[in-house]
């Protein structure tokens, strides 16, 4: 019996439905699936087919408990409930390998870099005749995809879906790197590790794991996963990324992350040659380290996707001469480690509403100013520029933090900066 028909009998809750939520039901919809209930906390959804007492009833019959990944079970309205039918809890992604056992993937985690990663290793394989899809956390959901049989499937995980997740089975599986980070959800770093390792839970030795910290290596050995291992050589990927003349891989940041996709192309066979001039083509990802503006003396960098500090050091040690805005909703326990950079940046401008946080973490160690939103800031950096010709600047923003006390999402604040820099720069600069 094929996959179809077995989960035909199966029951599904389907709780959130934001925009991996409305996939899910979607696709149910596309395979006639009738036996499915669904709720959101926040949308008014308003009718008899919606009742906050049937979908209570629904989730102790249903057979799998789809959460959306935005949703943390222990704050939830349904939380007794849910944690007492944790082991039912799936995401989209178990969805999706349940129903697509064959199909092979790449999927990559971490803490900083998955995006970036994963938008590299995207083009890599067009650039080498692979059909290949993007999707996950990154692009469209993964049950959005128009997936063939031959196609190869690159899939960003965070640790929200990874935490619930119980099918996900890649053919290569790569973990980037691991350093503090959503604390508020998982509470300790064994939780957020654990949730990040399911990527090699179900693996069989017919799969890749690619690795390179060394801690991680020690982890992985220690759980005996079935995978082989692939431990990244430095030295190895130095030879190569001497020829690779493209400015934004060779950052400091990517460069930690190249490694990853230059083992990956190996055991894909495909050539050094081929490696060299696909990287070359490169073009980068919006709202990371995003040289998007030049102008005179100036250098104008969108780093709207660094939420945390972790996230934007790799922007500062990469530049010189730096004017910083920084600001927004920090992440729990999160601490500015500024000795390595303090020589790169001159001067730091605060923005958002939790501008104490920042003041903590920049008093005594750089020059900062509370600007506190983004078109004032530039105003203020424009006019510092005015007065400062001799040398050239990096404008970097890169807030090293949430974007939800003042912007939708990252994407809406980053294309605001944007949007100002290029609107004043043609009158101030």
């Not at 102790?60 to 222990?74: A, F, L, M, Q, T």
Request: net charge positive.
């Amino acid at each position: 019996m094929n996959s179809l028909k077995i989960l035909s009998k199966k029951y599904f809750a389907v709780y959130g439905l934001g925009a991996t939520g409305l996939s899910v039901v979607n696709y149910f919809k596309r395979h006639n699936y009738k036996n499915f209930y669904t709720w959101d906390d926040k949308k008014n959804l308003k009718g008899k087919n919606f009742s906050k007492v049937k979908f209570l009833k629904f989730l102790e019959k249903s057979d799998y408990i789809i959460v959306s990944p935005g949703i943390n079970i222990r704050k939830s309205p349904f939380k007794k409930i849910l944690i007492k039918y944790k082991y039912k809890i799936i995401t989209d992604l178990d969805l999706y390998y349940m129903m697509n056992s064959n199909i092979k993937s790449v999927v990559v985690t971490g803490t900083n870099g998955k995006s970036t990663t994963c938008k590299i290793i995207e083009h890599l394989l067009k650039k080498n005749c692979f059909d290949v899809k993007l999707g996950g956390n990154i692009g469209k959901p993964i049950l959005d995809l128009e997936v063939k049989k031959n196609s190869i499937v690159v899939i960003e995980a965070s640790s929200f879906q990874l935490e619930y997740s119980k099918f996900v089975k890649p053919k290569y599986s790569i973990l980037l790197n691991i350093t503090k980070d959503h604390m508020d959800w998982h509470y300790n770093m064994k939780n957020y590790l654990n949730a990040k390792l399911k990527i090699f839970s179900l693996q069989d030795n017919k799969g890749y794991a690619i690795l390179k910290d060394k801690k991680l290596i020690k982890k992985f050995k220690k759980e005996k996963f079935l995978s082989k291992l692939k431990n990244i050589n430095l030295d190895s990927y130095s030879h190569v990324s001497n020829k690779i003349k493209n400015v934004y891989l060779n950052s400091q940041a990517n460069f930690q992350n190249m490694p990853f996709v230059y083992e990956l192309s190996k055991i894909l066979n495909i050539k050094k040659d081929n490696f060299i001039k696909s990287c070359n083509s490169f073009k980068g990802l919006s709202h990371r380290h995003e040289i998007f503006y030049r102008k005179k003396n100036v250098v104008f960098i969108n780093d709207s996707k660094a939420t945390s500090f972790e996230s934007s050091r790799y922007a500062l040690m990469s530049n010189k001469n730096i004017l910083w805005i920084v600001g927004g909703m920090p992440k729990l326990g999160d601490k500015f480690y500024l000795k390595k950079f303090k020589k790169n940046i001159i001067k730091s401008f605060i923005i958002g509403k939790n501008t104490q946080f920042f003041k903590n973490q920049l008093k005594n160690k750089i020059n900062y100013q509370i600007t506190k939103n983004i078109k004032k800031t530039i105003l203020v950096v424009f006019n510092y520029l005015k007065h400062k010709k001799e040398k050239n600047f990096t404008i970097l923003f890169s807030p090293a933090s949430a974007s939800y006390d003042q912007f939708k999402n990252f994407e809406v604040r980053g294309n605001e900066f944007k949007k100002l820099v290029k609107l004043y720069a043609k009158k101030y600069i």
